[in-house]
């Protein structure tokens, strides 16, 4: 399960075509069903690259502007992550208005499967916050047009693992091109959030022999994770802490006017979605402070990789070999900030929107 606060709108919702998220996005359908109460937003931002990818997250939003400005937001983000992975893939995304632990029924899964259904394979739907396997084993009950069930239905299972796998190399890239070398031994990092994601990066920073702060709100989480891996439990004042590097796996939008100027770290590499709260002005204020921002949806596509490779004929071997390419792309993308006076995050945006343009191009000549 994913957590993450969505964005929050206080606008009501007054247009779709005028949302400032809207962005070009292809199609936007609104699905409601009087017998399940299922009310849902699916977004179709680009079918360029191919058929939109993109999951289902399930949130009890304040208001139907909060629910559509974060699909939006979401669906767009995936054009991005799957073309500058160099997936065959464009970038869509669902939300389920409702409390996932209260309102969700396998009745009300089943006929989300049946509008996904409906757009006939333009969007593949997977888990995200707040929707879990069995979820998706009811939606694959209507569609096929699903990724991330379960191994035992022949899917690929929890992505998570390799998304972690990903952040990992992506921080890796970026220790390479702050100090000169991508060995983790010795340096300290703050891992925020040990759920799906968190616990594999503590796992593989701890054997790479870095010290490792973890924390998160679960208690009983910290202090499992603390043993088996051998972490410092930290509470108050995180953003404070004497760290190298900031991996945000919790939450999105941590990276704000109020915790840049607190952060001593130099390299920011995690798996959470949308870190920088404002794209532009927070990516702008890590460049003024030289601290190495390693741009998320580049990173955190490692499950994304997993989940493409299920379309075709899941092959793991093959995911983890393209999920270790983000450390390439990672260093790419800092060389190319740099020499352009531009922040890590315009560069990784500039190269994935480069790609869908070109494809552009292509379907119309
Ligand atoms: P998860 O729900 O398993 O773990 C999130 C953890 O963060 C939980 O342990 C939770 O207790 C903790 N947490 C929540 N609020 C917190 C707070 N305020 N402070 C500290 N900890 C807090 O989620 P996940 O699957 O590990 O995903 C983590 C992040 O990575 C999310 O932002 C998600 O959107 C992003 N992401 C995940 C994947 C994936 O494959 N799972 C892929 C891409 C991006």
């Not at 869509?92 to 409906?118: L, P």
């Not at 924390?215 to 051998?230: C, F, P, V, W």
């Not at 955190?300 to 004929?313: C, D, M, R, T």
Request: hydrophobic share 40%; charged share 25%; proline share 2%.
């Amino acid at each position: 399960m994913i957590v993450q606060e969505p964005s929050k709108s206080t606008s009501g919702l007054t247009s779709v075509f005028e949302n400032s998220a809207f962005m070009g996005h292809e199609q936007v359908v609104f699905c409601h069903d009087e017998e399940t109460g299922l009310k849902a937003i699916i977004g179709v931002h680009s079918t360029v690259l191919g058929p939109a990818l993109g999951g289902t997250r399930m949130w009890k939003y304040d208001n139907d502007a909060e629910a559509l400005r974060d699909v939006l937001r979401l669906s767009r983000g995936m054009t991005y992550k799957a073309s500058i992975s160099g997936l065959n893939l464009g970038g869509g995304k669902a939300v389920i208005i409702g409390n996932s632990r209260e309102d969700k029924t396998d009745e009300m899964m089943k006929k989300f499967g049946e509008f996904v259904n409906s757009l006939s394979g333009r969007y593949i739907t997977a888990e995200d916050v707040g929707i879990n396997t069995h979820d998706m084993e009811m939606v694959k009950m209507k569609t096929d047009h699903v990724t991330g069930i379960p191994e035992s239905m022949g899917g690929s299972g929890d992505p998570s693992p390799v998304t972690a796998y990903g952040v990992f190399m992506g921080m890796k890239a970026s220790a390479k091109y702050r100090w000169g070398n991508d060995d983790l031994a010795g340096k300290k990092v703050l891992v925020q959030g040990v759920g799906h994601v968190g616990e594999t990066l503590v796992k593989h920073l701890t054997e790479s022999g870095a010290k490792v702060m973890i924390n998160d709100i679960h208690e009983d989480t910290l202090e499992r994770i603390a043993s088996t891996y051998g972490a410092q439990i930290v509470m108050d004042d995180i953003y404070d802490l004497d760290m190298d590097i900031y991996a945000p796996c919790a939450l999105g939008a941590t990276v704000n006017d109020e915790t840049i100027g607190r952060l001593k770290a130099e390299v920011i590499a995690g798996a959470a979605n949308n870190q920088l709260a404002d794209e532009v002005r927070h990516g702008k204020m890590l460049r003024e402070k030289n601290i190495v921002y390693a741009p998320d949806f580049l990173i955190n596509a490692g499950g994304l990789i997993n989940v493409y490779s299920e379309i075709a004929k899941y092959d793991r071997a093959e995911a983890l070999r393209r999920t270790e390419d983000i450390y390439n792309t990672t260093l790419t993308i800092l060389t190319d900030a740099e020499t352009h006076g531009i922040t890590t995050h315009a560069a990784a945006l500039k190269l994935a929107e480069e790609r869908v343009e070109k494809k552009r191009q292509q379907l119309k000549g």
